[in-house]
Each structure stands twice: as C-alpha cells, then as structure tokens.
C-alpha cells in the first residue's frame, strides 16, 4: 500500500538547520523521500502519484524516544518488574501504539521487563502491531547490590524481569552473550545507582573497570549497541573509556568528564533522561515523601547538577537525544514530548535546537547509516504532520490533538490515539 506521494502547502522543519520553510513540498516513492524543500523549485510530474493537501500544516521529521521502556507499564519507580509478563506484554503493545502516535517513530531501548522488547520489535516489523522502529533491549546487567537488583537475599523468590544481576567479566560475557542468543539489539547496564535505590546510589559503580570493558567488548563483537545508567561523573568517565555507545544521566559531570565526551563527541551519546525526576519532585508527596525528605533535597540538588552539566554539554556540541525513564506512573506513555519543553526550559535550548535532539540526533542515534531523522531525499518517509508550528510554541508537540497524522516508512496514520479507529490514510481522507 505504498503508494507514490506527494505532500503539498506545507510548512517544512526538515531537520537539516533551524529554517521552516514556508509552501513547502515532500515527494514520497514507496517509503523513500524523492524531494522536500520549497514548492516553487519542484518540477516533477503529479501523475500517478496520490496528492495530500496539509492546508498550511508543519510537517517535522519522525522524533526518537532515545531512553525507551517501552515494556514499562505505568507503576511506580521501584515497582518495575511487578506486572506479571502476560500482563505486560498487552499493555506494551498499547503503549507501541501510544507512542508512535505520539509522533515517536523510532525508539532506542533503554532496557525491557522479561523479552518483551524482542518479541514486540519482530511483531511491528512484520505488520502484526502498529509501532515506532525499535531498537530492542533486554534485561539491565546489573551488579550485586547495583541499582536493578532490588530484593535482599531473604525475599525470595526473586523475580526474573527487571534484570541479569552478574559479576564478573567472564559471567558478564555470558550474559551478553545469552542476550544475543535472544535477539537483543541494544546491552544495558547499570553503572551506578539511584537516590531511592535500596542500595547502590549515584557514584557507587557496581563493576570494576574490566568488568565493563568485558561487556562492551562481547556486545560489540556481536554487532549490538551498550547502553548505559551512568549519574555520577565517574561513572560517565568508566562508560565513555570502556566505549559505551548512549550514556543514560550524566548528572554530575566534572572537567574530565566533559573533556572525555568532546574527544568522543564524533561515537558517544547523551541524555539526561531528566523527566522522571521532575515529575518526583512534582509527585513526591504522593508517593510517600515529605517535602523535607533526605530524597526530596538529593533530587533537587541532582536537578540543579543536571542543567549545569547538560548547559556546559551543549555548549561543547555534544550529542543530546530526548528520552525521560517514561513508562513510570509519574511519568507515563505518551508523555514523551514533554523532554523537548524541559530542554528549553531547563537547559537553554531554542525550540529547534530542542526537535534536533528529537529528529536529526535521534535519527543519528537510532542509524548510524543516515537513513533517518531528517527529510531530505533518499532518507526513509518517517515524519509527523503537526496542526500548527513548534518552532513558535514546542509544546504543542504534547497535545495529541495537534498530532494530525504520523508517517513510518512511507504509510500515514490518523487516530493512532484512539485504539478503535486508527487507520491509513489515502488522499480522500487527508
């Protein structure tokens, strides 16, 4: 059903600079852009192609959520792997639905519940479900007492979904390697902790250099990618030395640190994955913490590190993608476009410097081929229709109703939102 599109007066963020180009045109063959850019240098043929009149909407290139859960089912941040997997593996399919309606259309795994993720990523593949492209994950590697090893010894019996908890560099090898067997794109390991972890917190490393280095060797040889939770600084340096592809927090990052990521600039990854802990802040006293809490004040404080660190990032052109641990209860699915108002409210980003993050290093994150996260030609036909312009206003992008279509690899969805009626779009309906 793809057919030969072509999208006329429009309004065009293409992701390449921070421009809009006003009455603009996109050509879609099949699932690959033909030509994007202003109408009036468009000189090709309108025959035999179908003609989608966008009525003066933005259309911005397909977002990444870089820091996915996407097998997270909405509890609460230390109740992670208590939906049994039956359970989870329905929700998660609603939430693939979600968040490509969102407008996300590719999703970089930051670690799965059980293996939900490979099973989810091969049935979107294969058209069975709707869904962004995914990078899937498995279960955290985790080191004793680290931060995804969540149950003492004596509550038993422990579960099996959140996490590997190994040590040492042969174990780790093995696990990597179990993750492969099972079709895992992306390795996850927990470097350092959380201020609300049982036990590890940020800056206590759960493995030894060689440990690290052992799994990041293991995954790369078998052609996966390593993600990483690193808040500390040294945790951040033991990722970047040991060669991890997307660093998860970087909270406190010291002059070392930062020197580190600008000499790997060109290979590394970065974001702060910071939503969640607003929305603590926002949502403490709920979930059981007074305002003067010990945990309460670490997160404020961690905040406040977290904008000086990504502030002196972005000044040194580090990579920053989009992507906030959503899938909590306190930071839902479908709420993924709230990263892009944090960055410029927080960090000092413009609106287009923040759907850079979003589209073009996402994209960058996501392939590093250069298949995605721009509209240009020859790039694949992933990009979202948007009811007015988030150069001018970037929160719009949270509002679903302004989400007016979503296109993946060449085929347009409407209504994705709305479980009862998504459909494809031909040009009667648009």
């Known amino acids: 059903m793809n057919k030969k599109k072509i999208l006329t007066n429009l309004n065009l963020f293409s992701g390449n600079d921070d421009k809009l ?16 850019g202003p109408s009036k240098d468009f000189n090709g043929s309108l025959n035999n192609f179908e003609v989608f009149d966008l009525k003066g909407k933005t259309v911005i290139p397909g977002m990444t959520e870089s820091h996915a859960h996407i097998s997270y089912t909405n509890n609460g941040p230390l109740e992670l792997d208590k939906t049994p997997v039956e359970e989870a593996m329905i929700k998660t399919v609603d939430n693939a639905r979600i968040m490509l309606g969102s407008g ?39 080191a004793i007492g680290g931060n995804a090893d969540t149950y003492p010894d004596y509550a038993k019996p422990q579960t099996e979904g959140l996490a ?31 201020l ?9 490393l759960g493995y030894k250099d060689e440990e690290v280095e052992a799994l990041v060797d293991e995954a790369h040889r078998k052609k ?13 340096k033991q990722a970047v030395k040991s060669g991890i592809d997307f660093i998860g927090h970087a909270n406190y990052i010291d002059n070392e640190a930062l020197d580190l990521l600008i000499e790997n600039k ?6 702060p994955g910071i939503a969640w802990e607003i929305a603590f802040l ?8 007074s305002k003067d809490s010990r945990e309460v004040d670490a997160y404020k404080a961690e905040v406040e590190s977290t904008i000086v660190s990504y502030k002196r990032m972005k000044k040194e052109g580090i990579r920053i993608l989009v992507g906030g641990d959503y899938g909590l209860d306190i930071a839902p699915h479908g709420t993924y476009a709230k990263d892009l108002e944090h960055y410029v409210n927080l960090f000092g980003f ?12 996402g994209g960058q994150a996501m392939d590093p081929e250069g298949s995605l996260g721009t509209i240009e030609e020859g790039k694949l036909a992933d990009l979202v229709i948007v009811d007015g312009n988030p150069l001018e206003d970037i929160t719009i992008l949270q509002d679903h109703g302004r989400i007016d279509m979503v296109m993946k690899d060449g085929l347009m969805y409407k209504g994705l939102m709305n479980n009862k009626s998504p459909y494809l779009v031909d040009s009667d309906k648009s």
């Open 266 to 271: 060109d290979r590394v990854f970065v974001g």
């Open 21 to 36: 180009i006003s009455d603009a045109t996109i050509v879609i063959d099949e699932n690959i852009i033909c030509y994007s």
């Open 196 to 204: 609300i972890s049982l036990q590890g917190r940020p800056g206590d």
């Open 282 to 289: 926002e949502n403490a006293e709920k979930m059981g913490y």
């Open 224 to 236: 996966m990618k390593v993600a990483c939770h690193a808040r500390s600084a040294e945790a951040v």
């Open 164 to 194: 590997m908890i190994t040590d040492g560099p042969w174990e780790i090898r093995k696990a990597v390697r179990t993750l492969w067997k099972n079709g895992v794109d992306v390795v996850k390991v927990m470097i350092d902790g959380e």
């Open 350 to 361: 413009t609106n287009a410097e923040a759907l850079h993050s979003a589209t073009r290093f």
């Open 104 to 142: 996300f259309t590719s999703a970089i795994s930051f670690g799965s519940i059980h293996r939900i993720d490979v099973f989810l990523r091969d049935a979107i593949n294969s058209g069975r479900i709707l869904g962004p492209r995914l990078l899937a994950g498995g279960r955290d590697i985790c």
